[in-house]
């Protein structure tokens, strides 16, 4: 019998649907924006349920590891409005959670003197009133003296600048989530999506039907969302790992966070959550997706992280293991937050595009208040699906 749901069109798929539950929310994804709806959805007295493809905390998406960078410095004031509003809801988290979150090491974004993007960090923190420093070569050399920059270099420092941990925040989340009496399931794999006034998802461990769906799905958003096919892209990004000899000068509280405005274009942490320095370089956007996608970091990618490394921060030896991760993204380095083209009762999450970690428990509310129909004061214009997708 094909499955009907009042005026629903029949489910397109030709599987056996096995069981039929309805809950008031339904959660597609644990990554950081799921987990985070699903522990607001909670909080707020709804009924939850999170479904996860892969096991909570996995590595095969993009919310996992030691560290993400938290920072204020954006040039467009209304990210960098939503990074100050962030960094209040991950004190009330931390709160929640009775645990420290994010951790202020400070950040150097570097580069030569003069570089455009290295004066809109300057003046985008300076109309923040978040106190950005300039850091001319000598001073930097005095400071930290652990780089070896030309002397055409200089920095900005910014002392709001931090780590916030996928591993730990999933972890919080997740907990949280449950004793506010969300359901979690893991293994289980949402394969279509049917919208209508009560959407229905066909997952792996039969029929779903909701209230309200949100679909956090990271990477396979544009495969369980065709109408996003186009307009997301889906590219593998790496990190590599290199333990210092002496550790002392590279521990959060010696060595900040970093960016650089170089052909690098560089991000990097101190020793945090492991003995290594972690460094990313963004020289290749290989494009791939959420299952056809390779483990392997490219060689190019490999190689040009070494090179910086020796360049510039020479004392620290080779590396010692890398890894990848999926960044989705969407046009103008966005994010999405939107109602379905189809459905106001389905929210689509892509908030990602390499950046959109730091930004996690604020996001969690923003995206509870988009499934109880509120209007929520950081749904920003841009978040909205461009015309070519609606
Ligand atoms: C290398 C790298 C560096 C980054 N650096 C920073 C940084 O310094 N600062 C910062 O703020 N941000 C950074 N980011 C971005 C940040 O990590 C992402 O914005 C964030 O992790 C995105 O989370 P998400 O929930 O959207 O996606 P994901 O974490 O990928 O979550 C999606 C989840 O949905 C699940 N799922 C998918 N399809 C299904 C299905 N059909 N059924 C059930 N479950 C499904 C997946 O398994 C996954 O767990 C970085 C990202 C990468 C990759």
Redesign the pocket.
């Known amino acids: 019998m094909p499955f009907r749901l009042g005026s629903l069109k029949p489910v397109r798929s030709a599987f056996r649907l096995r069981t039929v539950k309805h809950v008031q929310h339904l959660v597609?994804?644990?990554?950081?924006?799921?987990s985070a709806a699903a522990y607001q959805l909670a909080r707020r007295g709804q009924e939850v349920m999170l479904?996860?493809?892969?096991s909570l905390g996995?590595d095969?998406?993009?919310?996992f590891g030691p560290s993400?960078?938290?920072r204020l410095a954006y040039p467009e004031p209304d990210y960098a409005g939503l990074a100050q509003a962030a960094l209040a809801s991950w004190q009330l988290l931390e709160r929640a959670s009775g645990q420290p979150l994010y951790w202020r090491t400070g950040g150097l974004d570097l580069g030569p003197a003069g570089t455009p993007s290295l004066e809109e960090v300057y003046s985008s923190l300076s109309a923040l009133g978040a106190a950005p420093e300039r850091l001319g070569h000598r001073a930097l050399s005095r400071r930290f003296p652990q780089w070896r920059l030309p002397p055409d270099w200089e920095a900005v420092y910014s002392p709001e600048a931090g780590i916030v941990s996928?591993q730990l925040t999933l972890r919080v989340l997740a907990e949280l989530a449950r004793s506010h009496g969300a359901q979690i399931l893991e293994g289980?794999?949402?394969l279509e999506i049917e919208p209508g006034q009560r959407p229905a998802v066909n997952t792996s461990a039969g029929t779903i039907t909701c209230d309200h769906l949100i679909v956090?799905?990271?990477?396979?958003l544009p495969r369980?969302v065709p109408e996003l096919a186009s307009l997301l892209s889906v590219t593998l990004?790496a990190?590599s790992f290199y333990r210092p000899t002496d550790s002392a000068p590279f521990q959060p509280q010696n060595f900040p966070v970093f960016i650089t405005h170089d052909e690098f274009q560089a991000?990097g942490f101190p020793a945090f959550g492991v003995p290594e320095v972690k460094v990313?370089v963004d020289v290749l956007r290989p494009v791939t997706s959420?299952d056809g996608r390779s483990f392997e970091v490219p060689e190019q990618v490999a190689q040009a992280s070494d090179t910086f490394m020796r360049r510039f921060l020479p004392q620290i030896g080779e590396a010692t293991a890398r890894s990848t991760?999926?960044?989705?993204r969407a046009p103008g380095g966005d994010f999405v937050i939107a109602a379905h083209p189809a459905c106001e009762q389905i929210t689509l999450?892509?908030?990602?595009s390499?950046?959109?970690?730091?930004f996690t428990p604020l996001l969690g509310e923003l995206l509870a208040a988009q499934a109880l129909g509120e209007r929520h004061p950081w749904q920003l214009p841009r978040f909205a699906l461009p015309a070519q997708a609606t």
């Open positions: 597609i994804g644990a990554g950081a924006a799921g479904i996860e493809q892969f996995h095969k998406g993009s919310s993400r960078i938290f996928p289980v794999v949402a956090a799905a990271g990477a396979w369980l990004a990190s991000y990313g959420g991760c999926l960044i989705t999450a892509s908030p990602c390499g950046h959109g970690f730091k």
